[in-house]
Structure formats: C-alpha cells, structure tokens
C-alpha cells in the first residue's frame, strides 16, 4: 500500500506544483488579514502576560487561575466525562466534528456497552437541564462526514432522545473544509477540550495506554479538563457560535467558580477561518501565533504529537530553531502515525525536509506507535499502527498546548479549531513523563528520574531499533511501541493475515 500511495502522491504532487504558490500566497493573505490589531497588541502589553510573545493578544486573554488535568486515552477521559453529565445541574454545552449517538463511554462490562451510551446519557441530563449541541453541517462530498451522514444522526438524535436536548447544526465551513472543534462546557464550571470526538466514526476514540490488539484501529489520544477562569471562555466559543447558528437563542450561564489555589496559567485560542462569522470577519488564528511563538523560543527540547505535519509555518519554525545556536543540547521529537489518512505521503514530504534541515546533527528524531498481538495467520504475531489522532505539543517542559488542531494548513488557518495553551512545568512535565512512559514501556518514576535529552538519545532510537527487528522475525510482542517513521512503506496489514488465513489455515 505504501508505494501504491507514494506513486499516487508523486502524481498529484507534479498536478498540483504548479498550483501551489498560489495556496501559499493566499493562506498567507489570510493571516495577515487576521493579524492582531496594533490597540490590542498595546493593551496586551500593560497586561501581566503582556511581555511574554507566547500568549495570544487577540481573541480571549490567558487567565490566571485554573486547575488543568490532562486525560490521556478514551479510558480516561470518557468516564469523566460520564460523572460530569450525571452531575450537571444548570447546562451543557457540546461542540463537536463529528457525533455517534450510540457510542458507549463505558466499557467495562456488557451493561456499560448499552447503559452509558451517549443519547441515553444526554437524554437522561436533558431531563433535568438544558442539552446543546452544535455539529459541523458536514461535506457536500469527498469529505468525510457527509451532510448526509449527519443528517442520518441528527434524525437519530431527535427520534430517539428526549427531554430538553438541542441539536443544531453549523454550515459555515468553506467547501472544502470543515469545523473540528471538539469542547464541552458542563454548568460554566468544568470543560473539555482536545482531540477526541464523541464517536466511532473512522475508529473508536475508546482506547488504552495498554492498546491491545484489537478488530478496529487502536487510537491514541489526548484531552484535557479545565476548571476555573479559562472555562468561560470555552464556553464563550460556543456562545458566539450558537448565536451565528441559530440567530441569538438564550442561552443559560453561570460563572464559573474559581479556588484561589489555582494557579495554572491558561489561554483560550481558536482557528477561525476568515469570512466564516461576523464575529470574527477576518478570521482568528491564535492556535498558528501559540505554536510558532512557542517553538522558535524553545531552548532544550521539543515534543510534538499530530496526525499531520504539513504547515509551512511550522517546518520554518522548527528548522529555525535546528539551525540556531543553542547552549545545551537541543532536541524535537515527533510522534507521527504510521499511515496518515489521506496525508501519508505529504508528511513522508515534510519529514524529509526536516530531516535534510538536521543534516545528520541527530537533532531530530520522528517516530510512530505500533501495538501487536498473537496473529490470526501462519505468523506468531501481528504489528499494526497505533493511529495518533492527538494533537499536543510540550516545550522545555513548561509550556504546553492540547486541542483540536492538527499541524496543517487547515488546523492553522482554514478550519474551525480550539485549544488551551497552558503555561506550567507543573502541568507539562508530567503529561510528557506519562506519554513518553506509555511510548517507551517504561514506568513512570523511570522516565521522571531520567534526564529527557538521554531518553532521546538512548532509549527511544535503541527501541525503535529493537522493534524493528522483532517486526521483521515477527515472533514476540513489542517492546514499547515506538518504531522510527519510514518514508514510504511502514509494515502491519490486515489485508496479509486475511490472505495467509484464507492461502493456508482452510
């Protein structure tokens, strides 16, 4: 598949290359239309944050005091999710790409599998409290979900739920994009934002640290849950696109409770795509100012999870910061997935390039999770891509980012998209610890006692190697799940266990 995909790719590339300076030019224009004016960049600066570039000038400011917990996996996230509706008690707010009414949050026994699933759980809080939920309208075509396809779920949605359950549906989107914000605000006093949608759809979001082999894509995963200043500004993104949507319905809210013990810095920002809402005209691209402000101050390392590396403005950003000099060893790491939906072979592109940036320098390293298990064919195991559908980045272990939006043109500038960008070595040390522990198969104080330069240099590449080897004798499990990213053809393939099965165990 992986050199059907490159010959495909090498095509379009040599169709499209004249087409994209044009795409380039223009999704500049759009940032520089959507530039921060010059009277919030003065206010900004008699602000606390003010000195500090990282922080966003438009759109909502940073706030001060908020407690931020990071929830890794559906495991995590969607149990605690299920407590926060059970105990709304004012409203709930749900924006969302893409939604599955069936789609279970529970899965620990055969009940939780029909008890926690999703419109049974909305129905049962509409009984008591108001349930908003505002979808994108979905794709004439191509792209998936199609507006038929949501349709199909709206009607499902209104038949079968009940109580004070509101859908509605945003259609805003350019034809060729999308709204991919995934947030939740229960009673103005907690909120969810990340990369998880309440869905099945393209893979089920409910996966593990443990990622056991299973029938569908295993999935990894990040979402985050604020509590204190930052979730009014959660909720004040669906207020404002409720009220484009629907014209100004009423809406409930409560101010969102704040302990002063709460010190963790967070800041609000958006992908806004110009033209799409009179509120912002000419777009918002605060998620774009977060990334590149944050990685061309970065001084000792980088950590980047996405499902795409394709944005000009990130690559730049990221060879600045391999060509410059640094007084400590410097290092980015990527996190990958193995076969990229639709875009394999535009991040085989932009891999490349940073590699060629590196120039052997061992700056740089990028890397893909695999899970495996006993095989069903003539072979002892299988190896199968774990998709990573997070989109995170951690900085010198103190500033941190989690959200909607992938690392292309369309999470930066063209789509809807959210995120929290959090200032704190209390919050991102620990996410990083936790993921590169899952990474590496290691456990946590191992990871913590180590020093992450050494991780880097040492143990991932040395994983990965061993990996690769025990892919290609394919007779025992994984150690970790890191395996370096391959231009081109990455192994593990239902299709040739399928044919082994058929060819020889009949």
Same mark, same amino acid.
């Given at each position: 598949?992986?050199?059907?995909?490159?010959?495909?790719? &090498?095509?379009?590339?040599?169709?499209?290359?004249?087409?994209?300076?044009? *795409?380039?030019?223009?999704?500049?224009?759009?940032?520089?239309?959507?530039?921060?004016?010059?009277?919030?960049?003065?206010?900004?600066?008699?602000?606390?944050?003010?000195?500090?570039?990282?922080?966003?000038?438009?759109?909502?400011?940073?706030?001060?005091?908020?407690? !931020?917990?990071?929830?890794?996996? %559906?495991?995590? +996230?969607?149990?605690?999710?299920?407590?926060?509706?059970?105990?709304?008690?004012? +409203?709930?707010?749900?924006?969302?790409?893409?939604?599955?009414?069936?789609?279970?949050?529970?899965?620990?026994?055969?009940?939780?599998?029909?008890?926690?699933?999703?419109?049974?759980?909305?129905?049962?809080?509409?009984?008591?409290?108001?349930?908003?939920?505002?979808?994108?309208?979905?794709?004439?075509?191509?792209?998936?979900?199609?507006?038929?396809?949501?349709?199909?779920?709206?009607?499902?949605?209104?038949?079968?739920?009940? %109580?004070?359950?509101?859908?509605?549906?945003?259609?805003?989107?350019?034809?060729?994009?999308?709204?991919?914000?995934?947030?939740?605000?229960?009673?103005?006093?907690?909120?969810?934002?990340?990369?998880?949608?309440?869905? $099945?759809?393209?893979?089920?979001?409910?996966?593990?640290?443990?990622?056991?082999?299973?029938?569908?894509?295993?999935?990894?995963?990040?979402?985050?849950?604020?509590?204190?200043?930052?979730?009014?500004?959660?909720?004040?993104?669906?207020?404002?696109?409720?009220?484009?949507?629907?014209?100004?319905?009423?809406?409930?809210?409560?101010?969102?409770?704040?302990?002063?013990?709460?010190?963790?810095?967070?800041?609000?920002?958006?992908?806004?795509?110009?033209?799409?809402?009179?509120?912002?005209?000419?777009?918002?691209?605060?998620?774009?100012?977060?990334?590149?402000?944050?990685?061309?101050?970065?001084?000792?390392?980088?950590?980047?999870?996405?499902? +795409?590396?394709?944005? /000009?403005?990130?690559?730049?950003?990221?060879?600045?910061?391999?060509?410059?000099?640094?007084?400590?060893?410097?290092?980015?790491?990527?996190?990958?997935? *193995?076969?990229?939906?639709?875009?394999?072979?535009?991040?085989?592109?932009?891999?490349?390039?940073?590699? /060629? *940036?590196?120039?052997?320098?061992?700056? !740089?390293?990028?890397?893909?999770?695999?899970?495996?298990?006993?095989?069903?064919?003539?072979?002892?195991?299988? +190896?199968?891509?774990?998709?990573?559908?997070?989109?995170?980045?951690?900085?010198?272990?103190?500033?941190?980012?989690? %959200?909607?939006?992938?690392?292309?043109?369309?999470?930066?500038?063209?789509? %809807?998209?959210?995120?929290?960008?959090?200032?704190?070595?209390?919050?991102?040390?620990?996410?990083?610890?936790?993921?590169?522990?899952?990474?590496?198969?290691?456990?946590? &104080?191992?990871?913590?006692?180590?020093?992450?330069?050494?991780?880097?240099?040492?143990?991932?590449?040395?994983?990965?190697?061993?990996?690769?080897?025990?892919?290609?004798?394919?007779?025992?499990?994984?150690?970790?799940?890191?395996?370096?990213?391959?231009?081109?053809?990455?192994?593990?393939?239902?299709?040739?266990?399928?044919?082994?099965?058929? $060819?020889? &165990?009949?």
């Amino acid at each position: 598949m992986g050199g059907v995909e490159a010959f495909v790719g &090498e095509q379009l590339d040599r169709a499209l290359a004249p087409l994209r300076p044009f *795409a380039r030019r223009r999704h500049l224009r759009h940032l520089n239309q959507g530039q921060v004016d010059a009277a919030a960049r003065r206010v900004a600066r008699e602000t606390w944050w003010g000195d500090d570039p990282r922080w966003y000038a438009g759109g909502t400011p940073p706030r001060r005091h908020n407690r !931020v917990t990071p929830l890794v996996h %559906g495991d995590a +996230y969607f149990p605690e999710l299920q407590r926060a509706l059970a105990q709304a008690t004012s +409203y709930v707010y749900i924006v969302g790409w893409c939604l599955t009414p069936h789609f279970p949050l529970g899965r620990n026994d055969r009940h939780d599998l029909i008890d926690t699933r999703l419109l049974s759980l909305l129905s049962e809080t509409a009984e008591r409290v108001p349930v908003r939920v505002l979808l994108w309208s979905g794709a004439a075509a191509l792209i998936q979900p199609t507006r038929r396809a949501v349709d199909k779920t709206v009607r499902a949605i209104e038949s079968d739920g009940h %109580g004070d359950l509101q859908v509605r549906l945003d259609p805003t989107a350019g034809s060729t994009h999308c709204h991919h914000q995934k947030a939740i605000v229960i009673d103005g006093q907690i909120a969810f934002v990340g990369g998880m949608d309440l869905t $099945t759809f393209a893979g089920d979001r409910w996966d593990s640290a443990r990622h056991p082999l299973r029938a569908g894509v295993n999935w990894h995963d990040v979402q985050v849950k604020l509590e204190g200043e930052a979730v009014a500004d959660v909720e004040h993104n669906f207020r404002q696109r409720w009220a484009a949507v629907t014209g100004g319905t009423t809406l409930p809210q409560r101010e969102p409770h704040v302990d002063p013990a709460w010190q963790t810095p967070v800041q609000i920002v958006r992908t806004v795509p110009r033209g799409a809402y009179d509120f912002a005209p000419r777009g918002e691209f605060g998620i774009h100012h977060a990334y590149v402000e944050a990685l061309r101050r970065a001084r000792r390392f980088v950590y980047l999870e996405s499902q +795409y590396l394709w944005s /000009q403005e990130i690559l730049d950003a990221l060879e600045e910061a391999i060509v410059a000099p640094h007084h400590e060893p410097f290092r980015i790491v990527v996190l990958l997935p *193995a076969r990229a939906t639709s875009g394999k072979w535009d991040n085989d592109r932009h891999v490349d390039k940073l590699r /060629q *940036a590196d120039d052997g320098r061992g700056i !740089v390293s990028v890397f893909c999770p695999y899970t495996s298990g006993p095989t069903t064919g003539v072979r002892a195991f299988s +190896y199968r891509p774990i998709y990573v559908h997070a989109k995170l980045a951690i900085v010198d272990d103190t500033w941190c980012t989690i %959200g909607s939006a992938n690392l292309n043109e369309r999470g930066l500038i063209t789509d %809807g998209e959210i995120n929290a960008v959090v200032v704190d070595p209390e919050v991102a040390r620990p996410l990083r610890i936790e993921l590169w522990a899952e990474h590496l198969g290691l456990p946590y &104080e191992a990871v913590a006692h180590a020093d992450p330069i050494q991780l880097v240099d040492e143990v991932w590449s040395r994983q990965a190697a061993e990996n690769a080897a025990i892919i290609e004798r394919r007779d025992g499990p994984l150690v970790g799940t890191l395996l370096e990213y391959k231009t081109g053809h990455m192994p593990g393939s239902w299709l040739r266990e399928e044919v082994e099965v058929l $060819t020889f &165990e009949r």
